[in-house]
């Protein structure tokens, strides 16, 4: 069951990429990425990773997604949900993609990647606060300060009328 | 499912489709949308490498400072957007070619 679960999740994860890029309305694309976020959330959850996964959902679907259908909404004069927006040289990017995505495949296939067993943790919030605080303050610090810089500056820059 | 390489090879496709987005897409939020996702295939590998190399979570860490940045980014970029919408009163990447009017 899990199983079954997981490949499903991956081709839903795949499938509403292939829309988001390949989508000729802009709409369709945002809509498309919400279902790409939540199965890479999904994807997330499988590796034990409960706490980056709910991370996930909160901050791409809840804000990165929210701001990019702002954007649409305030960059198109609205007349209907069919906003289209056209693709350049398709068939040579497509072709260019394709033998990097071969590549990335034959390197990973290759590899003899080196596996550590583990055993699966009751929970990851403590450790990772932990983490954070003891190991990694510094760049915490550090990004905390760059996120204030840039939403005053995000501010700053869309404001009308300086 | 238990397997390393299933999540590096979807990181890949989540990848290359992210680059097809930033190269053929014009509108330059569809560009966006393609940079979200290279975004998302980077913390894919990150956490699935945290997960086979014996659950080390510095790579737990790393994304949460990955998710940190896309989001000041996503922020960032769409003001911009705005103000280009507002000068030249079009997204399209190649007609906005010129930093001022």
Redesign the interface.
Known sequence: MATVTFWLIILLTVFSALIVVGSSQLIYSAVALLFTFVGVASLYIFLWADFIGVVQIVIYVGGILILVIFGIMLTNKITSVRISHTSVQRGAGAAAVVVLFILLVTMILKTPWLEIAAVEPDQTVASIGKMLMIDYLLPFEITSVLLLGALIGAAMLARRGR | ?DH???????G??????????V????????V???I??IL?SA??NF??F??????N??G??F???V??????????A??????I??LFHT?NV?EASQLKQ
């Open positions: 499912m390393l390489q299933i999540y590096l090879i979807v890949a496709a989540l990848f290359c489709l992210g680059l097809f987005g190269i053929t897409r014009r509108n330059a939020i569809a966006l949308m393609g979200e996702l998302n913390n894919l956490i699935a945290s997960r086979f190399g014996g659950m979570l510095s737990h860490v994304a949460l400072f998710i940190v940045m896309a989001a000041a980014e996503a922020a960032i769409l003001a911009i957007i705005i103000n919408y507002n997204v190649d």
